[in-house]
């Protein structure tokens, strides 16, 4: 009797043993995954917070805006990624291969970028020369600056030694200035933020902004002196003796006129521009806003709106052969991040029936760091999708963080310093995690398989 309880009891206690065991083997089987990036997968997206709720919405297509400002009100997201760093050290390597200068001759330069532009891409995914035009635009002599009779802000039309056209915004604030207009698109344009733009869409792999880049300009040698009568006429010396000019446009008035510092000089953003070949087609952003004082668009009052727009046009379906609801949406998250809520009209090559959403004119970014103006992501929360391939970059370059990856590749290539504030770093960061969390939230109202497009 007592040699079978001795074994039952035996048994007993090698079942708990082995059942501890396994526990504490499996335990460390996920500690150690996590510390090796193997179990990626099951943390790559945190859980939302069961106490919220997702809003009532009877089509079940997407979010609304006032949802969303409660959620991010509320919570402050915590993205914790365990990805590994493989993926955006290889993105980082080959951009920074793009961006060395090679010492090409300018004509050589030229040649090669007549043929970059296609009706999906301005610039194409590897371009090795394009270090050599970026410093070709920082350094070629000014052989004529004219009006370029385009947009409706301060702008001068430059023609570089060799040919090359490029369009030159000049400073208007100091980088520590806020915009403190009732509106997103408030104040002059910011300069600072078509060259951020430009890196920006590099690192996002949306390469369908033009080349961008800083260059001190001094405004009586290289402008003035090849200055157009029209242009010229313009030109004034204020008090303390600086130049200053007001150029010819829509809002160009003597009132609002720039002047150069020191020496003459001037802070600029110089942007390639266009072959003369390549035409653009201009149409308005279904998400345009009003523009007027208490009257809203019809988008930021519907939020069926992008359902509608899908059934009244078919060019916004989500389809293979149909590309632009996906770009429009692409551009959200872009003009968001740089706080651009003024992309009225939007851009493609004309002539062709699949040709990409361009990001022209991203100059009136980065106006506060301070806030977020969600309502620039209505393209994505009110349709709730967006490519696969976007959202898996934008988890790439959140690990970054985003922020440090913008000043790793425009600090070195700038001739202006710093383009951003650390406000303005930080404010990356945190509008890129509201962008995740609103792609993460939209999968409680539809599958990941439905968000996430393959094309």
Not at 309 to 324: E, G, M, V
Not at 325 to 334: E, G, R, T, Y
Not at 440 to 453: G, N, Q, T
Request: aromatic share 8%.
């Amino acid at each position: 009797m007592l040699s079978r309880t001795f074994r039952v009891s035996v048994g007993l206690v090698t079942a708990l043993a082995v059942a501890v065991l396994c526990n504490v083997y499996l335990v460390f089987l996920l500690w150690s995954g996590g510390q090796n990036g193997y179990h990626n997968e099951l943390i790559s997206r945190p859980v939302i917070s069961q106490k919220e709720e997702v809003p009532i919405n009877s089509t079940k297509s997407g979010l609304n805006l006032s949802y969303l400002k409660a959620i991010f009100n509320s919570t402050t997201k915590t993205h914790t990624h365990n990805l590994s760093n493989r993926s955006l050290s290889s993105v980082m390597n080959k951009l920074q291969r793009e961006l060395k200068s090679r010492g090409k001759k300018a004509a050589d330069i030229l040649s090669l970028s007549a043929k970059w532009v296609s009706p999906s891409l301005l610039i194409p995914s590897f371009t090795p020369e394009l270090g050599d035009m970026i410093k070709y635009l920082q350094t070629a002599p000014i052989i004529r600056a004219s009006i370029p009779h385009v947009g409706t802000q301060l702008k001068v039309m430059l023609t570089l030694e060799g040919g090359q056209k490029a369009l030159l915004k000049p400073q208007w604030y100091n980088r520590e200035h806020r915009i403190n207009g009732p509106d997103v698109y408030s104040g002059a344009d910011r300069h600072n933020g078509e060259i951020i733009g430009f890196y920006l869409s590099l690192l996002l792999d949306l390469r369908r902004t033009p080349v961008a880049v800083g260059r001190m300009i001094n405004l009586t040698s290289e402008i003035l002196a090849n200055a157009d009568s029209d242009l010229a006429a313009t030109f004034f010396r204020n008090n303390q003796s600086h130049t200053c000019f007001y150029g010819v446009c829509r809002y160009c008035k003597p009132e609002f006129s720039v002047c150069a510092g020191e020496g003459d000089l001037m802070e600029a953003a110089i942007i390639l521009w266009l072959p003369s070949d390549v035409k653009l087609k201009s149409n308005r952003s279904p998400w345009q806003r009003t523009y007027k004082k208490n009257v809203r668009a019809q988008w930021e009052t519907d939020d069926k709106f992008c359902s509608n727009l899908q059934k009244q046009n078919r060019i916004f379906a989500i389809d293979p052969a149909k590309r632009r609801l996906l770009d429009l949406i692409d551009a959200a998250v872009f003009d968001f991040l740089i706080s651009n809520g003024d992309r009225h009209h939007y851009e493609v090559i004309d002539g062709s029936s699949d040709a990409a959403v361009l990001l022209l004119d991203n100059g009136k970014s980065f106006g506060r760091p301070d806030f977020d103006y969600i309502d620039i992501l209505a393209p994505l929360y009110q349709c709730c999708v967006i490519r696969k391939s976007t959202y898996n970059r934008l988890e790439m370059v959140e690990s970054g963080p985003l922020g440090a990856l913008i000043e790793k590749l425009t600090l070195k290539d700038s001739l202006i310093g710093p383009l951003l504030t650390n406000e303005h770093v930080q404010a990356i960061n945190r509008r890129l995690g509201k962008v995740i969390q609103t792609i993460e939230l939209c999968a409680k109202i539809k599958s990941w398989d439905d968000i996430l497009v393959p094309y």
